[in-house]
């Protein structure tokens, strides 16, 4: 049975601060991983998706890697500010549309 | 686009009542998806369709618990009778043909059972 992890459950920074957050899971065999964010009292917003072939994806200030065969995946936030202040969680792909999903990094970036 | 819509906001309502959530996925997409998100268990998955029919009901937790989608724009999920248990944040998502894994998320509905 797949199960993810994440870590940190929560973090707080001061603005301006690189950070990394971390995401593992037990079955290596997925089709892919996906990084949310959920904003208080939302839904949930996907932000990068990397595909198992994939080592690593880029959006903007964000980026995504991959290492299917030990488990693990890491978002990295660069120059972080305050409106990236929410919950990020990692979902995987083992089948089709089933998504499993960590139990979310709470991150405060402080002004 | 609106995205997807979901209904009521928020519920209250009393240990033993019907309870009917409902959804209105993005227009055009095929697959939906009912997630139910609390403190202690994270969000769980508790059934999908895919062009109107149920694909994997695993992850609905027991009889009282309940979900159709009679056409492309709309889903319910219903809890007869409710339990205190069953306070939680349920999520709606859609997503578009042949691409299952990127979903939109609806903003939920908070349901507190008393």
């Known amino acids: 049975k797949q199960e993810v992890t994440q870590i940190p459950a929560a973090l707080s920074v001061p603005e301006g601060e690189n950070l990394v957050l971390n995401c593992s899971f037990t079955?290596?065999?997925?089709?892919?991983l996906q990084w949310f964010r959920q904003d208080p009292g939302k839904g949930l917003t996907s932000l990068l998706l990397i595909q198992s072939s994939q080592r690593e994806q880029t959006s903007g200030r964000l980026n995504a890697s991959l290492d299917k065969s030990s488990g693990r995946s890491t978002l990295y936030i660069a120059a972080s500010q305050p409106g990236d202040s929410a919950t990020y969680l990692c979902?995987?792909?083992?089948?089709?549309?089933?998504?499993?999903f960590g139990q979310g990094t709470e991150l405060s970036v402080k002004p | 686009d609106a995205g997807v819509i979901q209904s009521p906001r928020h519920e209250v309502t009393e240990m033993g009542q019907e309870v009917t959530l409902r959804c209105k996925p993005i227009?055009?997409?095929?697959?939906l998806f009912w997630y139910r998100q609390t403190m202690m268990r994270g969000l769980e998955l508790l059934i999908y369709?895919?062009?109107?029919?149920?694909?994997?009901d695993s992850g609905m937790p027991e009889d009282r618990f309940s979900a159709k989608m009679p056409n492309a724009s709309f889903s319910t999920l219903k809890i007869q009778p409710s339990e205190p248990r069953d306070s939680a944040v349920y999520f709606c998502?859609?997503?578009?043909?042949?691409?299952?894994?990127?979903?939109?998320f609806g903003p939920g509905t908070r349901l507190l059972v008393l």
């Open positions: 998502a859609s997503s578009p043909p042949r691409d299952e894994e990127t979903q939109y």
């Open positions: 979902a995987v792909n083992n089948q089709g549309g089933k998504l499993i």
């Open positions: 227009s055009g997409h095929n697959s």
């Open positions: 369709f895919n062009n109107n029919v149920p694909i994997d």
């Open positions: 079955d290596s065999a997925i089709y892919n």
